[in-house]
C-alpha cells in the first residue's frame, strides 16, 4: 500500500481543485459558438445590460449551462464513489450497472405515455427509473452483504442494460415515431440548450445528496473494513447502506434525468482520487465533489469548442472517449483491486 | 452423464464417428420443431393463410395464388431466419469454445456495437444502399472484434478481461452511435434504429446468399473439426501432446466463426443474443460436457425462428424487429444465468 499524500497537502490540493474549478466556470461561461472577453462576462454578471447581446447570451445560456454543469459533474462524481464504497467494488459505475438504462426506461415511457419533452421535466420518473434498475442489478449480481464480486456486478449491469435497452426502449421507440424524436435528442448526453428550469429541478436532489454523502463519510471508512468489524465496532451496517443507497439514486437518477446518459465520470473521478488520498472517504468525497465537476465542465467546453463550427459534440461522448480508455487500462490489469 | 454413455460409432473404412444417441434426439426434435415454427410464421403472415395452406404450398399443391405468395415473399424470410440462427448458434459455439467461456460470444466481444456503428455510418453519413450498409456493418464488427480481442489480449486471453474490456469499447461506440442518431434526419435515424435492432423485415431470396453459403461452407467443416474443439477446450499442453496443431486450429476456427458472424450480421443486422444462448441451452438439453458446433447451430434456428414468430405475431402489420425480441428474451436469459449461478455458489 502506497503512504497517502500528507493532510497539509492534502488539504492545499482541495483549495487548488476549487480554483481549477472557478477557472473553468469563467472559461465556460466565456468560450462556445461565440467567443465572449472576460471582462464583458463579468460586466454580464455584475451590471446585466438586457439589451446588449453578449450579455444575454451570457446569462440565459451560459450561466444555466454551467451550474448544470456543476450540479450534474458533483452529482455523477459523488455517486459513483458512493456506489463503489457500497459494493466495495472499484469498477462500479452508475452507467455500467444499469441506472442510466432504468432513468432511460422511465424517461421513453413517460414521453410515449404523456408527451412530456423537456428534460426539466424528468428528474422525478428518471430516479424512480434508476432505484429500480439498481435493485435489480444489485440484487442479480448476487451482492450479499456489501462484498460484490467485480465481474459479476458489470455483468448483471450488461444483462440489465441489454434487457432494457435492447428489448423495451427499442420495442417503445420503433412503434413510437414521435417519442423516437424527443428521446434521442436527450439520449445522446447533452447540457445544450437547457435553462434554469433544469437547474432548479437536479438542484435539490444534488443538495441533499451532498449532504447525505458528506454525513456518511465517516460511517463508510468503517464500513469498508467489511460488515462484521463495523457491526463490532457500533456501525449500524444496514441503515447506512440503505441511506447510501438512496443518496446514489438521487444523485445518479436526477443527473441522467437532467443530462442524458453521461458515462465513466462516476468511475474515472474516484479512482484519481483514491490514488492521491488514499483510501478514507472523508477526503475521497469532497475531492470527488469539486474534481467530477472539473472534468464535466472541461469536458462540456471541449466539446463545444472542438469541431469549431455550428455543430457541437455531445458531453457524453467526449467523457467516453476519455474514460473508456482509463477504464480498459483498470480491467488489464493482472489483478483486481477489491475496495 | 447417460447421454455420454450411451454413445453410438459409425464406421465406414478408415473414418469412425462418435456420436451421442440424446445429442441426435435433441437435433432431430429441434429441427421438427424449427419446420413447425416456420410454418406456423408463414401461416400467421397472411390473413389468407392457414397451416394446411402452407404445406401443401411447400410441396407444390393447392392453390396457385397460395403457392405464389409462399414461395416468392414468405419462405425467403422464414429461410433467411433459419439460416441466420444456424450461422449465429454455431459462431457462437465456436468463440465459447475458443475463449473457453460461456461469455464469449462476438457481443460481448464488441462485434454487435461494431457492426451497428458500420451500418449507422453508412446510412447517416454515407447514405448507402442495402449492400454498402451490410459492407459496413461486417467491417465494422470485425475491426471492433479484433480491437477488442488486442486489447485484451495479455499473456493470453482471459474471459473477465475480454468480458470487461468488451464493456468499454462498447460505451463509446455505443456513444458514439446516440450522436449520430440524433444528428441525423428523423427518417434515416428511425431507418439506422431499426437495422442496427436487427431484423428479418423484407428480406428476399435476393438477400439470403451471402448466409446461405456462409451455413453450407462453414458448418460442416466446423463439425467434422468437433473432436479437436474438444481437445482445445481443455489444456494447452494436453491437447499438443495429443497431436492437435493448436495454432492453425485456432486461427481456422476464428476464421470460420468470424465469418458465420459477418454472413448474419450483413444478412439481419446485429441480431443479439442468440449466439450467447444457443450453445448453452443445447449444451443443457444434450447432456454434454461443453458446447457443440451443430446442437447450438440447431437450438439457434429455433430461437430464431420462434423470435420472428412472436415480433410477427405480436404487433399488427409485425413492424417490430426481431432483434427487440432476441434482446428482451436473452437478457432475460442472461440474468437467470447469473441469479443460478450466484444462488450455487452461495450454497
Known amino acids: ?339 | 452423464m447417460s447421454g455420454e454413455l450411451r454413445a453410438g460409432v459409425l464406421r465406414t473404412g478408415p473414418v469412425a464417428l462418435r456420436f451421442s444417441w440424446r445429442a441426435v434426439v435433441v437435433g432431430v426434435a429441434l429441427v421438427a420443431v424449427t419446420t413447425a415454427l416456420s410454418v406456423v410464421a408463414i401461416a400467421a403472415s397472411e390473413p389468407t393463410l392457414d397451416v394446411s395452406k402452407v404445406v401443401l404450398a411447400l410441396v407444390g399443391q393447392g392453390d396457385y395464388y397460395d403457392w405464389l405468395v409462399v414461395t416468392r415473399f414468405q419462405l425467403p424470410r422464414a429461410l433467411t431466419a433459419v439460416l441466420v440462427g444456424l450461422a449465429l448458434g454455431a459462431a457462437g459455439a465456436v468463440f465459447q469454445s475458443l475463449s473457453r467461456n460461456p461469455l464469449g460470444s462476438p457481443d460481448i466481444a464488441g462485434f454487435g456495437a461494431g457492426a451497428s456503428t458500420g451500418a449507422v455510418l453508412q446510412i447517416i453519413v454515407f447514405g448507402g444502399g442495402t449492400a454498402q450498409i451490410a459492407l459496413g456493418c461486417v467491417f465494422g464488427g470485425l475491426a471492433t472484434a479484433l480491437l477488442v480481442y488486442l486489447l485484451a489480449y495479455r499473456a493470453g486471453l482471459q474471459g473477465y478481461r475480454l468480458v470487461l474490456v468488451g464493456i468499454g469499447i462498447n460505451a463509446v461506440l455505443s456513444s458514439l452511435n446516440r450522436f449520430l442518431l440524433s444528428a441525423a434526419d428523423l427518417n434515416l435515424a428511425q431507418q439506422a434504429q431499426v437495422w442496427l435492432t436487427g431484423t428479418l423485415n423484407a428480406r428476399g431470396w435476393p438477400e439470403i446468399w451471402p448466409v446461405a453459403v456462409a451455413v453450407a461452407v462453414a458448418l460442416p467443416v466446423l463439425g467434422l473439426m468437433g473432436a479437436r474443439m474438444r481437445l482445445i477446450e481443455m489444456d494447452d499442453e494436453l491437447a499438443r501432446s495429443l497431436g492437435v496443431p493448436l495454432a492453425r486450429t485456432r486461427a481456422a476456427l476464428l476464421v470460420l466463426g468470424t465469418v458465420l458472424t459477418a454472413a448474419a450480421t450483413a444478412t439481419a443486422g446485429p441480431i443479439a443474443f442468440i449466439a450467447l444462448a444457443a450453445p448453452q441451452l443445447a449444451r443443457r438439453l444434450t447432456g454434454a460436457a461443453s458446447v457443440g458446433v451443430v446442437p447450438s447451430a440447431l437450438m439457434g434456428a429455433a430461437l430464431l425462428a420462434l423470435s420472428d414468430l412472436l415480433a410477427q405475431r405480436v404487433t399488427p402489420g409485425g413492424q417490430l424487429p426481431v432483434g427487440v425480441f432476441t434482446a428482451a428474451v436473452g437478457g432475460g436469459y442472461l440474468v437467470w444465468l447469473l441469479v443460478r449461478a450466484n444462488r450455487r455458489r452461495r450454497r
Open chain 1, 1 to 339: 500500500m502506497r503512504q497517502p499524500v500528507p493532510l497539509l497537502a492534502r488539504g492545499t490540493g482541495l483549495l487548488i481543485a476549487a480554483a481549477v474549478l472557478l477557472l473553468l466556470v469563467l472559461t465556460s461561461l466565456a468560450l462556445g459558438n461565440r467567443n465572449i472577453a472576460p471582462p464583458v462576462v463579468l460586466d454580464a454578471l455584475t451590471h446585466y445590460d438586457p439589451t446588449n447581446f453578449d450579455h444575454s447570451v451570457v446569462i440565459t445560456q451560459r450561466v444555466p449551462r454551467t451550474l448544470l454543469a456543476l450540479g450534474v459533474g458533483a452529482a455523477l462524481g459523488l455517486g459513483g464513489t458512493l456506489m463503489q464504497a457500497l459494493t466495495r467494488n472499484p469498477l462500479a459505475d452508475p452507467g455500467l450497472l444499469g441506472v442510466n438504462a432504468g432513468a432511460a426506461l422511465a424517461i421513453v415511457l413517460t414521453i410515449a405515455a404523456f408527451g412530456w419533452t423537456s428534460p426539466a421535466s424528468y428528474a422525478g420518473v428518471g430516479i424512480a427509473g434508476a432505484a429500480v434498475a439498481a435493485f435489480v442489478v444489485y440484487r442479480v449480481s448476487g451482492s450479499v452483504s456489501g462484498q460484490s464480486d467485480p465481474v459479476q456486478l458489470a455483468l448483471a449491469g450488461t444483462a440489465v442494460t441489454a434487457l432494457v435497452e435492447g428489448g423495451l426502449i427499442r420495442a417503445v421507440l420503433v412503434l413510437d415515431y414521435a417519442a423516437f424524436d424527443s428521446f434521442r435528442s436527450w439520449d445522446v448526453g447533452s447540457l445544450s440548450g437547457r435553462t434554469l428550469e433544469s437547474v432548479a429541478q437536479v438542484a435539490p436532489f444534488v443538495g441533499a445528496g451532498l449532504v447525505m454523502a458528506l454525513a456518511l463519510a465517516g460511517t463508510l471508512n468503517v464500513l469498508s473494513l467489511g460488515d462484521q468489524t463495523a457491526t463490532a465496532l457500533g456501525a449500524r451496517v444496514g441503515t447506512v447502506r440503505l441511506v447510501a443507497f438512496v443518496a446514489v439514486t438521487m444523485l445518479s437518477g436526477s443527473a441522467t434525468a437532467a443530462a442524458g446518459p453521461v458515462g465513466f465520470v462516476g468511475l474515472v473521478v474516484p479512482f484519481a482520487v483514491r490514488a492521491f488520498t488514499g483510501p478514507d472517504y472523508r477526503w475521497i468525497l469532497p475531492y470527488s465533489a469539486l474534481l467530477a465537476p472539473i472534468l464535466l465542465l472541461g469536458a462540456d467546453v471541449a466539446a463545444r469548442i472542438m469541431l469549431g463550427d455550428e455543430t457541437e459534440l455531445p458531453v457524453g461522448l467526449v467523457t467516453a472517449l476519455v474514460g473508456a480508455p482509463v477504464f480498459i487500462a483498470l480491467a488489464r490489469r493482472r489483478k483486481l483491486a477489491t475496495l
